[in-house]
């Protein structure tokens, strides 16, 4: 009887285990946002002028799928990029298809001079320090000197602190090969950045805000920008 009972609850736990896991996951999260920025600046390039950008996305057991866009006041620029994504711990890694056109060009064109650009991308965030390789593998990819396919990769080492009543990150980014997407002979730094941010109390409302300051050694471009998150 003691064995027959000892069976029974065995199997009991073992039938009642996938149920309480499945009420012990984590529900699909959803967010939504939009920042204001006084230029569009990104991997040490000047993309447009001030611009809002909305987020809409949702998240599952590390799985994550997110729309972003970005339009210009001048109207002159639009981006839309779909992102996918899973991380565990501190590791990560996604794939990002990127669309890039002004307000003439059609969303759904998928031939050999196709807006869209496919980059896969994997990261580890140490805390200290974080890193992160992206290189595009479709569409536009860039391309060498000699008109081949170059496959331009954009690596990154960022570090996150806090200094004087703010929140800073500081990030080193460099493009390994040649390309033209980067305008990069070779190895070369493209991208120095340092941002802050804080919490800006109005009223009972808190609104974060940031500014950055990116600086492209191989352009000899350099950027300031201010921007509000909603």
């Not at 000047?46 to 909305?54: E, R, S, T």
């Not at 954009?154 to 800073?168: D, H, I, R």
């Amino acid at each position: 009887m003691k064995k027959v009972f000892s069976f029974l609850l065995m199997a009991s736990i073992f039938c009642l285990n996938p149920i309480s896991s499945l009420y012990a996951a984590e529900p699909v999260k959803g967010s939504i946002g939009v920042d204001l920025v006084s230029t569009y600046a990104w991997r040490g390039q000047k993309l447009d002028g001030a611009a809002i950008q909305p987020t809409l996305g949702i998240e599952w057991e590390g799985l994550s799928l997110s729309a972003w866009g970005s339009t210009g006041f001048s109207g002159d620029y639009r981006e839309l990029d779909f992102s996918l994504g899973y991380s565990v711990g501190g590791f990560s890694i996604g794939l990002t298809d990127y669309w890039c056109a002004d307000s003439s060009t059609k969303y759904f064109t998928y031939h050999r001079d196709t807006p869209h650009m496919l980059e896969a991308n994997i990261g580890y965030d140490f805390g200290p320090v974080a890193f992160s390789w992206n290189t595009y593998f479709l569409g536009f990819v860039g391309l060498t000197s000699e008109g081949k396919k170059a496959y331009a990769t954009y690596f990154e080492v960022s570090a996150p602190f806090s200094f004087a009543g703010l929140e800073w990150s500081a990030a080193v980014a460099a493009s390994p090969w040649e390309n033209d997407f980067y305008g990069v002979k070779g190895f070369g730094v493209v991208n120095c950045s340092l941002t802050a941010s804080k919490d800006l109390e109005i009223g009972s409302a808190t609104i974060p805000v940031f500014a950055q300051i990116m600086a492209n050694p191989r352009s000899q471009k350099c950027y300031l920008t201010f921007g509000l998150s909603f």
